[in-house]
């Protein structure tokens, strides 16, 4: 037993014995190394190439660790950047320089330097780790060391480690000794085209839109802000124009389709919009859902105005994505230098003003108007007041009923919704619902006119009437994939019937985003509640989608109907509605009757249902109720 520990001793202090010698051999190269080194000095100034002194650096840290790659990048101070100085094995320079990039990229070179000791990373590389080492003196940072060596790391002793922070602390010492950099960056021209390349690259990211490729508000910015420099030292009669397009619903385009499909419709419309403008003329986005155009002359309003009305008619032609034709509808401000401001920030403001005016009045485009000042002042305070408004319950539902023309019998009544402000008193539902819209008001009013409805349906049960109620739909409702529910939950607990219920929807609404809108009406119409499109016959494509949607009724645009008696060609689109509607096995309802001549002409063409002024305006409940109880019977109509 004795004799087995004495042989483990003596095994054992061999084994140190070994340990140390090679501490000491890898000692002596170091010491070498370092004396190798300070003998080139003399060498050093009478080259010509600073090659050879890195080669004869990299041959000697060869001895010390068995790198696969290794590297030397020393600093460019005039461009503040890292430049390859040397590299061996030359097919592993891509690979080198790939890592080293890395490296810079995650910052991983402040860290080196505040270690002061060589770095081990695991690389990008497959079965390879990299090693980095800053070439720093005590006055500043000459460089770095980069190495490529095998997975296998903790073979390496770790006086090697060591030992290479002494070599490449004196190389970093010589390196300073001469400006070789200034040698290294003349024989180094490859790399400067690339420093070159991604300068110009980054110009061109900080001045252009990544999607669309046209300018971006940085640069259409700065490009009106030029031009109206230039008017200012021309002549009186040099005007900047600034034309700003809006995209109308893109935000439920992007909820419903994706960001994706978002994309690549803002790269159609960028498209489109470049077609219509000249080589003077600059189109940017500015961002979003947002672009803009910018051009001067003597009378740009006139030309401003043909811009904008081309944009309307380029945009009125659907666009294709995933195999879906969308309409988009753009509103379209437009401010003009001197006329309406004298600065860059005012002709922003102005126009922004003139777009969202043109939202609010649904003209497509408009030019600035000072009254448009207290309007936006005016659409700000109001949009609050209808938060309010729906708090304190001050909105309300009139009614205006649908006869059946074959039976001349009330078959149902529209909701509309009324607001009558404390101080403002009555508002129109075409100037709040588009506020509703914007402002993320119009699921809530939604929700409250079903709950009203449902609460007038209740009441009409006990006394006796059972007619179904209508309520129109917005765009944002019908992409709401929780309204099935929350109509089914309301129609449950006031124990009513789905029939109770007509839900109608415009062309428009469901143009925006079909796919999405077309799974809302499916299951509505999985609840047994009857729909119907709205404003027929104003659309793009309203036949083709008619096949689609799980619609029962069509009703015709107020705008066929009213003068249908005087202008023929309203007649016949009429006619061909209804023919339509009955080939399809749709009923068909005409909204706008305002005379006997319409309602008699409508009996003659065989529309099932009508509405209007001549039967009755739109009232109150109350009001309705008792008309409802005296004249469910209107055969004098």
Known sequence: MQDKDSTEQIKDLQARLEHQEEINRFTLDALELAASL????????????????????????????????????????????????????????????????????????????????????????????????VLSTSARVRGMFVGLVDAEVHTVPDVSWGLLTIVLSSSANQLESFELYKLFRESNIHLKKIVQERTRQLEAQASYDRLTHLPNRDMIFKNLEKQIRWCLHTNDQCQAAFILVDLDMFKEVNESLGHQT??????????????????????????????????????VRKLATKRAGQMIQAM??????????????????????????????????????????AKRMKTGYAVYDPKFESSGINRLNLMSELKKGLQHDQLSLYFQPKINLHTSRVCGVEALIRWHHPTRGFISPEEFIPLAEQGGLIRELTSRVIRMSMEHLQHWKAIGISIPVSINLSVRDIQDNNLPSQISSAIENHALDASCLELEITESAFMSAPQKGLRVLKNLDSLGIPMGIDDFGTGYSSIAYLRDLPVKIIKIDRSFVMDMDSNDNNRKIVKSIIDLGHNLDLQVVAEGVESRTSLDMLKELGCDMAQGYFILKPRPFDELTDWLQKKTDLQKL
């Open 38 to 133: 300070i003998d080139f000095q003399p060498r050093i100034s009478s080259l010509e190439s600073p090659s050879l002194i890195l080669d004869e650096i990299c041959n000697r840290i060869a001895r010390l660790i068995d790198f696969q790659a290794l590297g030397i990048y020393l600093v460019d101070e005039q461009y503040n950047d890292f430049y390859p100085a040397y590299m061996t094995p030359a097919k592993y320079n891509e690979a080198l320089a790939q890592e080293t990039g890395r490296l810079i990229d995650k910052g991983f070179f402040p860290w080196a330097m505040r270690e002061k000791r060589p770095v081990i990373l695991a690389g990008s590389c497959k079965d390879r780790n990299i090693v980095l080492h």
């Open 316 to 357: 009125a032609r659907p666009f294709e994505l995933q195999g879906q034709s969308l309409l988009l509808d753009v509103s379209i401000g437009i401010a003009i230098f001197p006329e309406h401001g004298k600065t860059l920030g005012q002709i922003l403001s102005r126009a922004d003003m003139a777009m969202y005016a």
């Open 262 to 299: 978002g994309d690549r419709l803002l790269v159609q419309v960028g498209d489109r919009l470049q077609e219509l403008t000249d080589d003077c003329e600059t189109l940017g986005r500015l961002g979003g859902d947002e672009f803009a155009l910018v051009f001067t002359g003597n009378d």
